[in-house]
């Protein structure tokens, strides 16, 4: 199965409404099925990128006030995904595998693409607990935010990008990596080799064709 696509930043948008309603792998489940991730380029919605993503102000691990779109997305290419800190399974095995394709960037990390993790747990992660979480793990590094914030922004946004669930332990395991320059992206299983997501992404950073994923099984539940 084809899993590429390009289309503009409007259709990401509608595709992020679409996966709000429908959620997509939430820490997925044995009987969900990769093609569930495949993207389809969905009608032009009618919210711009910061309307839609919105402003709503998080907190980083440092503890840093932020606007979500305008000081975390814009102009940047991101790796998108939600853990939580008391999660023992699936969210330590994703920030490894993040780091491992952190080591596969090189240089281009932290300059060219950036990490931003974001907790379905705020009530519970302060920044201080994600930074904790974060330090234990090698994740704690310029170019890498972890946030969290006030429940209903942080619900807001993670329904936005099609991560919410109501069980904080449900939340989708995918990768969200989209270039905010170029207006092109896809959507990763995080358990494919590091190698693969790194090549992903260095073909994000410019004008590359993005070429087919392997289909793989999701990661198994938390």
Same mark, same amino acid.
């Given at each position: 199965m084809r899993?590429d696509?390009?289309?503009?930043?409007v259709?990401?948008?509608a595709l992020f409404?679409?996966?709000?309603a429908?959620?997509?792998?939430a820490?997925?489940?044995p009987t969900?099925?990769?093609?569930?991730?495949?993207p389809?380029?969905?009608?032009?919605?009618k919210?711009?990128?910061?309307?839609?993503?919105t402003?709503?102000?998080l907190?980083?691990q440092d503890g840093?006030?932020v606007?979500?779109? &305008?000081?975390?997305l814009?102009?940047?290419?991101?790796?998108?995904?939600t853990?939580?800190?008391?999660?023992?399974d699936a969210?330590?095995l994703?920030?490894?595998?993040?780091?491992?394709v952190?080591?596969k960037l090189?240089?281009?990390f932290?300059r060219?693409?950036?990490?931003v993790?974001?907790?379905s747990?705020?009530q519970?992660?302060?920044?201080?607990?994600l930074?904790?979480?974060?330090?234990?793990r090698?994740a704690?590094?310029p170019?890498?935010?972890?946030l969290t914030?006030?429940?209903?922004?942080?619900e807001?946004i993670?329904?936005k990008?099609g991560?919410?669930?109501?069980?904080i332990? &449900?939340h989708?395991t995918?990768?969200?990596?989209?270039?905010?320059?170029t207006d092109?992206?896809?959507?990763?299983l995080p358990?494919?080799?590091?190698?693969?997501?790194?090549?992903q992404?260095?073909?994000?950073m410019g004008g590359?064709?993005l070429?087919?994923l392997?289909l793989?099984?999701?990661?198994?539940s938390n």
């Amino acid at each position: 199965m084809r899993m590429d696509f390009r289309f503009p930043l409007v259709l990401l948008l509608a595709l992020f409404a679409l996966l709000a309603a429908r959620q997509v792998l939430a820490h997925e489940s044995p009987t969900a099925k990769p093609g569930d991730a495949t993207p389809t380029p969905l009608s032009k919605p009618k919210r711009d990128p910061q309307a839609y993503f919105t402003d709503r102000e998080l907190l980083t691990q440092d503890g840093a006030r932020v606007r979500f779109y &305008s000081d975390v997305l814009k102009g940047r290419l991101v790796v998108l995904n939600t853990i939580f800190t008391n999660c023992e399974d699936a969210c330590p095995l994703i920030t490894t595998q993040m780091n491992a394709v952190r080591a596969k960037l090189g240089p281009a990390f932290g300059r060219d693409v950036h990490f931003v993790t974001i907790t379905s747990d705020p009530q519970r992660d302060t920044p201080q607990a994600l930074k904790k979480w974060a330090g234990r793990r090698s994740a704690d590094v310029p170019g890498w935010t972890f946030l969290t914030g006030k429940k209903s922004d942080v619900e807001h946004i993670l329904q936005k990008l099609g991560q919410w669930s109501q069980n904080i332990e &449900s939340h989708s395991t995918q990768l969200v990596a989209w270039n905010f320059v170029t207006d092109r992206g896809r959507k990763m299983l995080p358990n494919l080799p590091p190698e693969t997501i790194a090549a992903q992404l260095t073909l994000l950073m410019g004008g590359d064709a993005l070429v087919p994923l392997p289909l793989l099984a999701p990661p198994p539940s938390n």
